[in-house]
């Protein structure tokens, strides 16, 4: 977590690493919620904090720009999102968008 808020301290953070970032402290959240070396209180509040985290990563739905972006961008493009794990159809939703877009 340490790296992700240095990563947005930066002087230019990318909106399109937005929602890789937020995938990568999903995946960690998700490693200690099922680490049963941490007591059962700090896993709780991992849950918690990962509930907000999806909370926030919804609102991604809702504006367009954050897949525009990954889209454009060179390091992400379509690849990204297949190696996600996204769905064939939220992936063509994305494509139908950025089609719109600039066609």
């Not at 002087?11 to 099922?34: H, K, N, Q």
């Not at 525009?68 to 996600?84: E, Q, V």
């Not at 063509?92 to 950025?98: C, P």
Request: aromatic share 12%; net charge positive; proline share 3%.
């Amino acid at each position: 977590l340490k790296d992700a808020t240095l990563f947005f301290s930066r002087d230019r953070p990318s909106l399109a690493d937005v929602i890789p970032v937020m995938d990568d402290i999903d995946s960690l959240f998700t490693g200690y919620e099922r680490n049963k070396k941490f007591h059962r209180t700090v896993r709780a509040s991992v849950t918690v904090a990962k509930r907000t985290l999806n909370r926030y990563y919804s609102l991604t739905d809702g504006a367009e720009v954050y897949r525009i972006a990954m889209m454009l961008h060179p390091r992400h493009r379509l690849a990204y999102f297949k190696s996600a794990g996204w769905t064939d159809e939220w992936i063509k939703d994305a494509k139908q968008i950025l089609q719109r877009r600039f066609d």
